[in-house]
């Protein structure tokens, strides 16, 4: 930042100013060295600022119009992008029958936020075409960790303890050998063939006894349908694994094609993503698992249940993997995705569908000739472009992203998937307008023009931005995470 700046924004302190109103004391005033340790008060914190409610008001304001989301521009990250957040989700989250319960109450005293959750589960089992959901991973990444600790509970069960091994993409989310990794299994990497699809003849190879489960997204991170996924999920059964559904990608095919028609045993799901539940700054999410009869003994528990017409949570799960998250779930987010499901509808869920895979054809066709197209082909949710012809010109992957901010955008994802050099990943969901959709396109195929002609305006973006060009080597190892009075 700026030293005007710092001086704008953080040296408005006076003595005297007040930026709070409290009600008058109706307790007895009590010494603070009685009432807090020695060893715990903090004596730099005498000197807090002294601003008026306005100026601290304007102050957060000002701030907050330097966040970029979905309600003040485009987002067009790849694969897990951030959609809208409609508005009657945050209402229907806020009833006070929903927002005012307590996770410790009776049964019998929530069997509208049950039924609520009971419903939800029953929507998720007909969009997948799973048997049983489970409503308690907190988000992506833990749903995956979830469903490989089932995995892994199955195969224990049935005295098979040596499979010890899951295969994932080249093209996959990092979160996949991750979650595998953390779930007490070792990664082994499958090979995309030249059309960006899993090839078949290297899965032959790794799949074995020793394979617990095959890790997939349907479309993949390419944005390309796996079209042989029902001869995948033969050779992966064939060897006594388990197809496993990262459900980032669900929204290319939802209402069109379940992860449970194509053989896939489990599934988690992006209820912040698909469902549009709110996705900054790290959270809140949830990770809905869905999964086959065979795995329905392993489900975290207590597992919602109907019995007559009362919702029962059911803790007797011998075979359960246990609770994964305290309580049961990230209620909230689950009400939100619920509110969304219902307001759209079947034909609602199909028209998400086809816009999400429309509006990236059509920017797909538009940035062809600007950028080099690794797969010439027809894309679902999202697609890869690479840099390649911009590298030979001195400007980067990086810079382009960088420069994009100066046109008021949020950059795409970029140098992922690997096996994509220079790569450029853009989604663009099914909600935004064709003007949008233009106007970013109009962007990216100016900066491909600078980067022939004036290639140093790239090199240095972003020029409009409150923080410039940050030494990135330097912001990930020493981070300033705190103002420092200067």
């Known amino acids: 930042m700026h030293k005007d700046d710092q001086a704008l924004i953080f040296e408005l302190s006076n003595p005297g100013r007040i930026g709070y109103s409290l009600p008058e004391m109706d307790v007895p005033e009590a010494d603070i060295n009685e009432l807090i340790p020695e060893g715990f008060l903090r004596e730099e914190l005498a000197e807090l600022p002294e601003v008026s409610e306005l100026d601290i008001m304007r102050h957060y304001t000002a701030l907050s119009t330097r966040n970029h989301g979905v309600d003040s521009g485009f987002y067009p990250l790849g694969s897990c992008t951030m959609k809208y957040n409609p508005k ?199 990770g809905p698992v869905g999964v086959k009869s065979d795995l329905i003994p392993y489900l975290p528990k207590p597992v919602l249940v109907k019995q007559g017409d009362q919702y029962v949570l059911d803790y007797d799960r011998p075979q359960s993997i246990g609770r994964v998250k305290p309580y049961y779930g990230n209620f909230g987010i689950n009400v939100r995705a619920y ?69 008021g955008y949020h950059p795409p994802t970029i140098y992922f998937p690997l096996n994509v050099e220079e790569c450029i990943m853009i989604e663009p969901t099914e909600t935004e307008s064709k003007e949008t959709l233009d106007a970013f396109c109009d962007a990216m195929i100016q900066i491909a023009k600078e980067a022939e002609e004036n290639p140093e305006i790239v090199q240095e973006a972003p020029h409009s931005t409150v923080i410039g060009r940050l030494d990135e080597t330097m912001a990930a190892r020493k981070p300033i995470l705190r103002y420092q009075k200067q």
């Open 339 to 407: 509110t969304y499901i219902r307001s759209m509808g079947p034909d609602g869920l199909k028209a998400v569908t086809e816009y999400a895979v429309l509006n990236a054809n059509y920017m797909m066709r538009r940035l062809q000739s600007s950028y080099d197209l690794p797969f010439d082909k027809h894309c679902k949710h999202e697609f890869v472009l690479s840099g390649k012809r911009q590298k030979k010109l001195g400007v980067r992957t990086l810079d382009i992203a960088k420069r994009l901010l100066d046109f």
């Open 88 to 286: 009657i989700n945050e209402n229907v989250a806020r009833y006070a029958g929903f927002a005012h319960l307590h996770p410790l109450q009776d049964e019998s005293s929530v069997q509208g936020a049950l039924e609520l959750m009971y419903d939800l589960q029953e929507h998720l089992i007909e969009i997948t075409g799973m048997d049983q959901v489970t409503l308690q991973p907190a988000a992506g990444a833990h749903g995956e960790w979830t469903a490989l600790m089932m995995v892994r509970a199955f195969h224990e069960a049935n005295g098979d303890f040596k499979r010890t091994k899951v295969i994932v993409p080249d093209s996959a989310h990092g979160t996949n050998p991750a979650s595998a990794t953390v779930a007490g299994f070792e990664t082994i990497t499958v090979k995309s063939d030249e059309n960006g699809l899993v090839d078949l003849e290297d899965l032959r190879r790794v799949v074995g006894e020793d394979t617990a489960a095959l890790m997939l997204t349907n479309p993949n991170t390419l944005g390309l349908f796996e079209e042989n996924i029902l001869e995948m999920a033969e050779i992966v059964h064939g060897a006594g694994g388990k197809l496993y559904y990262d459900g980032a990608n669900l929204n290319a095919v939802m209402s069109k094609a379940r992860p449970g028609d194509m053989g896939f045993d489990l599934v988690h799901l992006n209820l912040h993503k698909t469902f549009t539940g709110p996705h900054g700054g790290g959270g809140p999410g949830s």
